[in-house]
C-alpha cells in the first residue's frame, strides 16, 4: 500500500506535465514511426522500429527518470517529502515505477508494430523478454545518472548531452555489420548496442556479438549501477536519516 502510494504521489505531480508527456511519449515516438515505416521495405521496418523503441526510451524515460531522481535527492525536496513514511529507496523505485507506467503503452505498441512486421515468424515473440531486460537496464542507467550527477543544473545540460553521445554511437538506425572492424569494436563498448542486440536477433537480423555475451554484460553493468544508486540514497547524510 505504501508503495502504491507513492506512485500515485508521483501521477499526480505530472498531470502538471500533461501537455509534455503528451508529446514526447505519444505525439513524437509515433510521428517517427510512420515516417520508418514509409521508408525502406521488407524487413527493414523491424530492424527500424526496434532502434525506435531503444531511442525513444532514452530519449523519454531514461532522461524523465535520471532529472527526477536528480532532483528527489536535493535537500529542498527531500524536505517535502518529511510528511510520508517511506524510505528514499522506496520513493525513487515509485518514481521509476510511475514512469513506467506512463511508457508502457508507448513501448507495448512499438514492439507489437516491430514484432508485426517481422519475417522470423512466432521466433519474432522471443524479441519481448529481450525489451524487458533492455527496459530493465536503462531504468537502472536513469535512477544511477540521476544518483550520481545530483546537480539538477547540471543534469539539465548534461543528461541530454550523455544520451545524444549513447544514441549516436549506437547502431540504431544503421547496420554495423558491413563497418569497418575498429568502429564495430567502439560501437560494442555503447551499453546501448548490447540492449539492441538481445532484440534484433529473434526478429531474423544477424547478432554484432554473441546474444548470451550481451545478455550478461547487461545484467552485470545493470547491477554494479543498482548497487552504486543504492550505496548512494543509503548514504547517512541524506536528510531522510532523519525523518
Do not use: C
Request: glycine share 8%; no cysteine; net charge positive.
Amino acid at each position: 500500500m505504501k508503495f502504491w502510494n507513492v506512485i500515485l504521489l508521483e501521477l499526480r505531480g505530472m498531470r502538471v506535465y500533461k501537455v509534455f508527456l503528451l508529446i514526447n511519449l505519444v505525439v513524437l515516438p509515433f510521428s517517427y514511426a510512420v515516417v520508418l515505416l514509409l521508408a525502406g521495405a521488407g524487413q527493414d521496418h523491424s530492424y527500424l522500429l526496434s532502434g525506435l523503441v531503444v531511442a525513444s526510451l532514452v530519449g523519454t524515460f531514461v532522461g524523465l527518470v535520471a532529472h527526477r531522481v536528480s532532483n528527489l535527492v536535493q535537500p529542498e525536496v527531500l524536505e517535502l517529502y518529511a510528511v510520508l513514511p517511506a524510505r528514499m529507496e522506496l520513493m525513487v523505485v515509485g518514481a521509476v515505477a510511475a514512469y513506467a507506467l506512463i511508457v508502457f503503452p508507448q513501448v507495448g505498441a512499438l514492439t507489437g508494430l516491430m514484432i508485426g512486421l517481422s519475417q522470423a515468424g512466432k521466433e519474432a515473440l522471443l524479441a519481448v523478454p529481450g525489451t524487458f531486460l533492455g527496459f530493465l537496464f536503462l531504468a537502472l542507467l536513469g535512477v544511477f545518472l540521476g544518483t550520481l550527477i545530483r546537480n539538477p543544473y547540471k543534469a539539465q545540460g548534461l543528461f541530454p548531452l550523455l544520451t545524444w553521445i549513447l544514441l549516436l554511437a549506437a547502431p540504431v538506425y544503421y547496420q554495423a555489420e558491413s563497418l569497418p572492424r575498429a568502429y564495430v569494436m567502439l560501437v560494442l563498448l555503447n551499453p546501448l548496442t548490447h540492449v539492441l542486440n538481445v532484440i534484433r536477433p529473434h526478429l531474423g537480423f544477424t547478432p554484432l556479438l554473441d546474444i548470451r555475451i550481451s545478455i550478461g554484460l547487461l545484467v552485470v553493468v545493470g547491477g554494479l549501477m543498482g548497487l552504486y544508486a543504492l550505496r548512494s540514497l543509503r548514504d547517512p547524510k541524506m536528510l531522510e536519516r532523519f525523518f
